[in-house]
């Protein structure tokens, strides 16, 4: 927040936060932490963050490219750390301060986003989700 000031970030108007491939790799107190600072943001700012899903909710078919991810992430120094229901996702947000969150999950932005094409390429269902969360 002090280099965003430092830089001239107006904290008086709503802001759009977009943090993408980012929680994995933080503890859940930093995750914590980081949607406090956002939620403390001027009225009507907009946080938009991916988390990924425990492997246990991770879908049949996409679990062993999840499982080689986890591995390589492991073996290159930059281990995923934490795991999000989206339940559990939306209460941090609760508990952060922000008025309002919705969970869209891989396969909502797949069909709106992949429905219309021609080759047949889809995202995974699920794996990293999205929070979209709002400002009181």
């Known amino acids: 927040m002090e280099r965003l000031k430092a830089s001239g970030f107006d904290f008086g108007k709503p802001a759009v936060v977009a943090s993408t491939g980012v929680s994995m790799y933080l503890t859940k107190a930093a995750v914590a932490a980081t949607l406090r600072e956002v939620a403390s943001l001027a009225p009507g ?13 991770v879908d049949a078919e996409v679990r062993p490219g999840f499982e080689r991810a986890l591995q390589g992430a492991r073996a290159s120094g930059t281990p995923f750390l934490s795991f999000f229901t989206p339940a559990e996702m939306l ?42 969360a709002t400002t009181g």
């Open 45 to 57: 700012s907009v946080l938009a963050v991916t988390f990924s899903l425990p492997l246990d909710l």
């Open 91 to 132: 209460a941090l947000a609760r508990e952060a301060g922000f008025k309002a969150g919705q969970h869209v999950s891989g396969a909502m932005l797949a069909e709106r986003y992949f429905k219309n094409r021609t080759d047949g390429f889809r995202p995974p269902n699920n794996a990293e989700e999205l929070l979209v």
